[in-house]
């Protein structure tokens, strides 16, 4: 009786076990066994590590701006939650770029085209209207990603 392989073809397996097919790919790479890789879905695979890590990039920039804006223009709303969110996207940003230095560019450029989501969500958080924060971010990049800076109050409740 002939033994039949459980296991589903390389290119069945990405769609029935992700994982699995991730453990098997870095097998086969480790072994150098180049011929048997999965390289459609492996090119497509790392291809998209790169774009997860500009998505984390810009979420976390409209989030650390949202917060920003927040802290300047609610002055007594201010409380340890969002000091510490700030402080946080901060250092995830700054990981990633330890991580990935060539991303570095992208994320003080983010700082500029992450602002208008970054009033829609402040609005949203606040009740504020859209229109009552600045029409250009108010921060320079390196404010943004500075450590120390903490915006100065705008005053409006």
């Known amino acids: 009786m002939a033994q039949i392989d459980a296991k589903p073809p390389k290119n069945e397996l990405y769609d029935a076990d992700f994982y699995e097919w991730t453990r098997e790919q870095a097998r086969l790479l480790r072994e150098r066994r180049w011929t048997d890789l999965d390289l459609d879905n492996l090119v497509d695979e790392v291809a998209g590590v790169g774009g997860s890590e500009k998505r984390e990039i810009r979420n976390r920039m409209e989030v650390l701006l949202a917060h920003l804006l927040k802290w300047q223009f609610q002055p007594g709303r201010r409380g340890p939650s969002w000091q510490k969110t700030i402080r946080e996207q901060r250092r995830q940003l700054a ?63």
Request: proline share 10%; with cysteine.
């Open 95 to 157: 990981a990633i770029v330890e991580d990935s230095p060539s991303l570095a560019g992208y994320v003080e450029k983010q700082a500029v085209e992450r602002y208008l989501g970054a009033t829609l969500g402040a609005a949203d958080d606040t009740g504020m209207a859209v229109g009552l924060f600045p029409e250009q971010c108010p921060f320079t990049p390196e404010q943004v990603l500075d450590p120390d800076f903490f915006p100065e109050d705008r005053g409006i409740e």
